[in-house]
């Protein structure tokens, strides 16, 4: 499965951005989705977990209720929608696959995109 992140840029704090990835090979409904974030110099966290069907979501505390992830097995893409956006929200997102996850564990996710980069002024 490759997948590909698009959608970052720079934009002021409580603005809005739409985070999308595009998956291809494989069995797309098959496979759960997340979006993790690495900020400079810190590791990388989970975001936001969606599974095959999308009937189930998973998020990180500080994101719940502004950021929303879905999915289109239609159209083999999976989706961020950020709201609110505060500049510790600043960081390179990625979006990941796999067949059996444990959504905030990321050595659970078999497939990677490149990040996308948000920037979040103040």
């Known amino acids: 499965v490759q997948l590909q992140a698009f959608g970052g840029g720079l934009v002021q704090a409580g603005g809005s951005l739409r985070l999308s990835c595009a998956a291809s090979?494989?069995?797309?409904?098959?496979?759960?989705m997340g979006w993790f974030r690495q900020a400079p110099g810190k590791e990388r966290d989970f975001v936001a977990f969606?599974?095959?069907?999308?009937?189930?979501?998973r998020y990180l505390a500080s994101v719940k209720g502004r950021f929303t992830i879905s999915r289109d097995n239609a159209k083999n893409m999976v989706y961020l929608q950020m709201n609110s956006l505060k500049p510790e929200d600043t960081a390179l997102y990625y979006c990941?696959?796999?067949?059996?996850?444990?959504?905030?564990?990321?050595?659970?996710?078999?497939?990677w995109g490149q990040g996308t980069l948000v920037t979040v002024s103040s």
């Open positions: 990941a696959a796999g067949d059996r996850v444990v959504p905030a564990n990321e050595a659970s996710y078999d497939f």
């Open positions: 090979g494989g069995t797309f409904s098959s496979y759960a």
């Open positions: 969606i599974n095959g069907g999308g009937s189930l979501t």
